[in-house]
């Protein structure tokens, strides 16, 4: 008999295999050095993601993301947004999350329409939240875009973060007299260890300054 | 009721450190855009007049009240030695914290005034002195330490005890305190670390595997709470360079 949709076994192996290639995770390996980029010496705003405001934006650094040569010669792997035009000054939050054991060690510039930096905040700026590196700086009326750039100073360097946690899992016990929840409170700690490197990942927050807390 | 009581608080605490202290959303100072900022005045600051000894995870909290009464005894134990600890080297941990700022800020290019306030709440001052007068200064400094001490992820060996600072901090302008030139929480060795708090790392020279190990060595846990305060004022005084 000719089957006029796939047999459910090949549906669900199909499925399976789909779910389980979904769920692998290719490690990401470090990028430590651009020696063989063609790096450009001004950066490209053309290609700048555009943000609005109250946008959150993840921005993968990759080995194909714009590089840009200072006039010492460095190089640094580079994320640009175009900021919204506003009247009023509001707030930008850079971030860099870890991912596979490094993380882009950022530094920021706040630069006008030709390029030109405005503004920057250096790699020693950026501290430590949670696990991220971040930063916010103050955007005003003029700025036009915002670089997120790596620090190729820091390129190498491996840090150590010690993070305690705790967490709490309920579990159910059922006998002759009923059933009973309670929850078992356990602490850890680990190490997070990184390396800086070239890539990884960023996230550019806007949102406005709060007028009090 | 004594009980209870400390059943409360170390609920309280517990929790604080369990990550559900809600930091302020972070405000950065821009100098450049704030020339004007020559002398800080620094508000007396807020802070626990004890230092706090935590297990943030231990078995008595999966036996409801009873265990909590239990553990809040063993914690005021605790506290009570480590207290004593700090007393006994003639230690002011709120002093060393305020000269460490003090001093960051001097550094910074600063000039630094102390302002005498009475705080009688938790938090920043709702109200601040009024502009002028003898104290003239360009800028108040609102420190409000949440906690200080030890604390221990767990009973295990691998979550030994470390020192932990936790503060909030608020630069507002003198003449107009409602524009807030900075603002932020700085977490020094936070469990569960908050994504909108500065998280300073502990110094992993000070650990100790349980609290008989920092019975045994006062010195340097005492020492390892000096750093706590070191770094995390050193951390302050960075939040307005």
């Known amino acids: 008999m000719r089957r006029n949709f796939p047999h459910p076994v090949m549906t669900a192996l199909f499925l399976a295999l789909t779910l389980a290639a979904c769920a692998h995770h290719d490690v990401v390996p470090p990028v430590l050095s651009l020696d063989g980029h063609a790096c450009a010496d001004q950066f490209d705003l053309i290609g700048a993601k555009s943000m609005q405001p109250k946008d959150i934006a993840t921005i993968p650094v990759d080995d194909h993301a714009p590089c840009w040569q200072s006039g010492d010669g460095t190089k640094s792997t580079y994320a640009a947004v175009h900021l919204p035009a506003a009247t009023e000054p509001y707030l930008a939050q850079v971030a860099s999350i870890p991912e596979d054991g490094h993380q882009l060690p950022p530094r920021l510039f706040i630069v006008d329409f030709q390029g030109n930096v405005l503004r920057q905040t250096s790699r020693e700026a950026f501290l430590t939240h949670g696990v991220q590196l971040s930063a916010s700086s103050r955007i005003y009326p003029g700025d036009y875009a915002l670089i997120v750039a790596s620090d190729p100073a820091s390129i190498g360097a491996q840090s150590s973060q010690i993070v305690g946690t705790t967490r709490g899992s309920t579990t159910t016990v059922t006998s002759a007299g009923g059933t009973a929840a309670f929850t078992v409170h356990t602490g850890d700690e680990r190490a997070l260890n990184t390396i800086s490197s070239y890539n990884g990942i960023v996230i550019v927050t806007l949102k406005p300054i709060p007028q009090s807390n | ?241």
């Open chain 2, 1 to 241: 009721m004594h009980h209870l009581r400390f059943a409360v608080v170390l609920a309280v605490l517990s929790l604080g450190l369990g990550g559900c202290v809600t930091p302020m959303t972070e405000i950065p100072f821009d100098r450049q855009a704030a020339p004007d900022i020559k002398t800080i005045g620094i508000i007396t600051p807020k802070a626990p007049d004890d230092p706090a000894v935590i297990l943030a995870s231990n078995p008595g909290q999966s036996f409801g009240l009873v265990g909590a009464m239990i553990n809040s005894g063993m914690q005021a134990n605790r506290d009570s030695t480590f207290k004593a600890f700090l007393a006994q080297r003639n230690i002011s941990v709120a002093d060393t914290f305020l000269q460490n700022v003090s001093a960051g800020l001097v550094a910074n290019g600063y000039k630094v005034t102390m302002i005498p306030a009475l705080r009688n709440k938790a938090g920043f001052l709702s109200t601040y002195p009024a502009s002028g007068g003898p104290d003239q200064v360009d800028a108040y400094l609102d420190l409000v330490t949440l906690n200080y001490g030890y604390v221990a992820a767990g009973i295990l060996d691998k979550t030994p005890y470390r020192p932990f600072y936790l503060l909030n901090v608020r630069l507002v302008r003198a003449n107009d305190p409602s524009a807030v030139l900075m603002t932020d929480a700085v977490f020094y060795n936070p469990i569960n670390p908050p994504s909108n708090a500065i998280s300073i790392s502990p110094d992993p020279e000070y650990q100790f595997v349980d609290f008989d190990a920092v019975e045994a060595n006062p010195d340097k846990a005492v020492a390892g709470l000096q750093v706590a305060v070191q770094k995390t004022a050193a951390t302050v005084s960075g939040l307005l360079r």
